[in-house]
């Protein structure tokens, strides 16, 4: 009988975990505000590491509980100091989603505009993306793809690719981590840096 018990008990306690809650709760059609920090390296030959933080705000559009897909405003600001520089990093990206089937899986696809400024030299970029999203109760990881066309002539486009994953303790907070992939083709003001790499822990708040 206390072995029935514990059995019973366990399985309850996974199930509030990953059995979807609301529907599941991930990052896109979400409000919520995040912030996060940790490890930045660039290389160029000779590598570096630094460190990093950043916040980001996204806010859903009008939701239709029978649209097909949905639309998100994310905004995201960024610095780092890596090679004894001050890095920002801000951009504003809309995107479009398809709402999760019973496999909890979302697309989505998003354009925007930014600005870096890599402290001796800085440029405005359209960032263009992709990926897919799969939710399970409280578990969500966002992995994609993002182009970056740079608007100033001296500077190279590059691309990143990586993922975004979350943890709701509850409906209203809960733990973030990221990891990406930066392939900057020789970015000139940074020293002719090929790559970066970013790995990062933070919180995120829904409202």
């Given at each position: 009988m206390k072995t029935t018990t514990l059995g019973i008990c366990a399985v309850m306690a996974l199930g509030t975990v990953l059995v979807p809650h609301a529907a599941g709760q991930g990052l896109l059609g979400e409000r919520y505000l995040s912030v996060d920090g940790g490890w930045e390296r660039l290389e160029n030959g000779d590598s570096d590491d630094g460190w990093g933080a950043g916040a980001t705000v996204n806010i859903p559009g009008p939701r239709d509980p029978l649209a097909a897909f949905g639309m998100d405003l994310a905004i995201r600001g960024d610095y780092m100091d890596v090679f004894d520089r001050d890095i920002i990093d801000v951009d504003g990206v809309i995107r479009a989603y398809?709402?999760?089937?019973?496999?909890?899986?979302?697309?989505?696809?998003?354009?925007?505009?930014?600005?870096?400024?890599?402290?001796?030299?800085?440029?405005?970029?359209?960032?263009?993306?992709?990926?897919?999203?799969?939710?399970?109760?409280r578990f969500s990881v966002l992995p994609y793809y993002r182009y970056i066309f740079a608007l100033d002539s001296a500077f190279d486009d590059y691309w990143a690719a990586g993922a975004n994953g979350?943890?709701?303790?509850?409906?209203?907070?809960?733990?973030?981590?990221?990891?990406?992939?930066?392939?900057?083709?020789?970015?000139?003001?940074?020293?002719?840096?090929d790559t970066g790499w970013s790995a990062r822990a933070g919180l995120i708040f829904s409202f």
């Open positions: 398809t709402m999760p089937g019973e496999a909890g899986i979302r697309a989505f696809v998003g354009a925007g505009f930014g600005w870096v400024d890599y402290d001796l030299d800085d440029t405005t970029y359209v960032p263009v993306e992709g990926g897919i999203e799969l939710t399970v109760g979350v943890f709701w303790v509850d409906e209203i907070w809960g733990f973030t981590a990221s990891f990406e992939y930066r392939d900057l083709d020789d970015v000139d003001v940074l020293g002719g840096v």
